[in-house]
């Protein structure tokens, strides 16, 4: 049972141009989101969160989208940069005592210069 | 630079062998989580450790156990390894029992043969 869904395990943008990473989750229960980004060989780094009570958080390159009627949110990278290539997880979490995150599988996103 | 650190980076082991993996916190940071990275998933909860005591536990066998230290570092200990416990271990540090802006580890990557 995937609560987080990546369903796109990859994307290639153009160096400049925009990219949107999409995940979707099941349970209405989870009410924060985090994404990740992944080189290999090194642990996830967080990169930009937004809690179910905005639509909307904005972080430089970065900018995530809730829709929460849709159970759905969105990364967006502009303008998309070859160091960007990595690879992207969207990640859920409850607020509480027993909270934990439950990722997706992510997206490898590759930047071409 | 997450100061998140775990040791060993690498690590192999026989089926039926025991194996402890260590992770030290980000300084101020007083919770810990541990995950489980298969080839091609992203990171699955093991456990969290909030100030010395299990705050929460996913879907893993009994035979996956932890410990908290006084300085918040951590413990995940295996029993019995089995072929499918290889993967990528993962430790994340917070502060509160929330997993708001965890950080993580480089990664403890774990063979069993």
């Known amino acids: 049972d995937q609560q987080v869904k990546q369903n796109s395990p990859s994307l290639s943008v153009q160096e400049g141009r925009i990219s949107i990473l999409n995940c979707d989750y099941t349970?209405?229960?989870?009410?924060?989101f985090l994404w990740y980004k992944k080189y290999p060989a090194e642990g996830p780094t967080f990169l930009i969160s937004i809690s179910s009570i905005k639509d909307k958080n904005e972080d430089g390159r970065f900018t995530v989208f809730l829709n929460k009627s849709a159970k759905h949110l969105s990364l967006h990278i502009v303008p998309s940069q070859p160091g960007d290539s990595a690879v992207y997880f969207c990640?859920?979490?409850?607020?509480?005592?027993?909270?934990?995150?439950?990722f997706g599988k992510g997206i490898t996103l590759s930047v071409r210069p | 630079e997450t100061g998140v650190t775990q040791s060993p980076t690498h690590l192999i082991k026989t089926r039926g062998q025991q194996v402890t993996l260590r992770c030290s916190s980000q300084s101020g940071h007083n919770t810990v989580s541990w995950y489980q990275q298969a080839l091609g998933q992203g990171p699955q909860f093991i456990f969290q450790?909030?100030?010395?005591?299990?705050?929460g536990r996913g879907n893993f066998p009994p035979r996956f156990s932890g410990l908290q230290f006084p300085n918040y570092s951590s413990e995940l200990n295996v029993n019995a390894l089995e072929l499918d416990d290889s993967a990528l271990y993962l430790c994340?540090?917070?502060?509160?029992?929330?997993?708001?802006?965890?950080?993580f580890g480089q990664g403890t990557r774990l063979t069993v043969v």
């Open positions: 349970n209405s229960m989870f009410d924060y």
């Open positions: 990640a859920a979490g409850y607020t509480g005592a027993n909270s934990k995150l439950t």
């Open positions: 450790y909030y100030r010395e005591e299990e705050n």
């Open positions: 994340a540090s917070s502060l509160g029992g929330a997993n708001r802006e965890a950080f």
